[in-house]
């Protein structure tokens, strides 16, 4: 059903920690998921060996020796076993409760993303005990912290959907954003499964990122990935999701008025080359979403649903 793929940090110190506590978190996902890890930095072959899921160590990297995540994605849809493919960062758990959020999708072909849930874990955890993951929920609830709507870190998509992608550095800000764009741009539609996925980001320091400045992921690789995101017209969120999944699991369209007001402003951004009509209707339904507490909910909301893209 499901090949889960990752580009892991060396497996030094508490990164390394974390990041086999996320690959032992994937392989407890039933039906059982193709785990692939890629690069070549310390630590992953042997992490692939330990844990017995594939590796793939030749990706291409950049000057400052950071992998390409395109290149990764290009490699993984053409080895990958199953029709879903989903890139998680490498130190993020996953329980599975990912799996019967998939199953309840009906759609042909979208992308699943979701907020998660930040939480200090600085020591192995032991998958042997049966309650592991009954622990882990409720050390979340009370000691994690859902994250905002920009802090992407899954994205599940059918092979062979991600193709022209930019060649965006692991691990930088830009490409998560240009990544739901794209799929807007298709008009795919983007699921946010905050609601009924549990997805727990293990907390770390950025010590990795070279020549950093400011905010802990900036630098001259977070510059390179903005310009190759195209602007901040790209610049997508969750918030962009056409559809949701509730905490019953089920699909929904996202008609919620932050989904709804995302999806008014951004028309524009998709009809910039389109005919005047086109663009004629974009203008109004930016100015309806502007404007919206001037008139009835229901009928703004009607004219969003019904024309937006």
């Known amino acids: 059903m499901l090949t889960l793929f990752c580009i892991p940090k060396p497996f030094h110190g508490h990164v390394g920690v974390i990041q086999c506590n996320a690959i032992q978190s994937w392989l407890q996902l039933q039906p059982n998921s193709e785990i692939v890890l890629c690069g070549d930095d310390d630590g992953v ?11 793939f160590p030749d990706i291409t990297r950049n000057e400052f020796g ?22 998680v960062n490498a130190d993020m758990i996953l329980l599975p409760d990912v799996i019967r959020a998939l199953q309840s999708v009906s759609l042909q072909q979208y992308l ?3 907020r998660r849930t930040d939480l200090d874990i600085t020591a192995p955890i032991d998958f042997e005990q049966s309650d592991w993951q009954a622990a882990l929920r409720e050390q979340a609830k009370f000691e994690g912290k859902v994250q905002h709507f920009d802090h992407i870190d899954y994205f599940i998509f059918n092979r062979g959907l991600v193709r022209n992608m930019p060649a965006f550095a692991v691990g930088r800000p830009g490409w998560d954003n240009w990544f739901i764009y794209n799929f807007r741009a298709q008009s795919i539609p983007v699921i946010d499964a905050t609601a009924a996925v549990t997805a727990i980001h293990q907390n770390h320091d950025y010590a990795h990122v070279l020549r950093a400045s400011g905010d802990r992921w900036e630098g ?28 019953e699991g089920k699909l929904v369209e996202a008609t919620d008025n932050e ?18 009509i086109s663009r004629f209707f974009a203008r109004a339904m930016g100015w309806i979403g502007r404007n919206r507490a001037k008139m009835p909910a229901s009928l703004w909301q009607w004219v969003i649903l019904k024309l937006a893209k």
């Open 45 to 55: 072959l042997e992490a692939a060996a330990t844990f017995n899921v594939r590796h």
């Open 66 to 87: 950071t992998p390409i995540l395109s290149d990764a994605f290009e490699r993984v849809q053409q080895i990958a076993r199953n029709p879903l493919i989903g890139y």
């Open 220 to 247: 001259p690789e977070a510059d390179h990935n903005r310009a190759l995101m195209g602007g901040k017209a790209h610049r997508f969120y969750i918030v962009d999701a056409t559809h949701k999944l509730t905490n």
């Open 112 to 114: 699943m993303v979701g």
């Open 259 to 276: 989904y709804l007001e995302r999806r008014a402003s951004r028309q524009a951004i998709f009809t910039a080359d389109a005919d005047p």
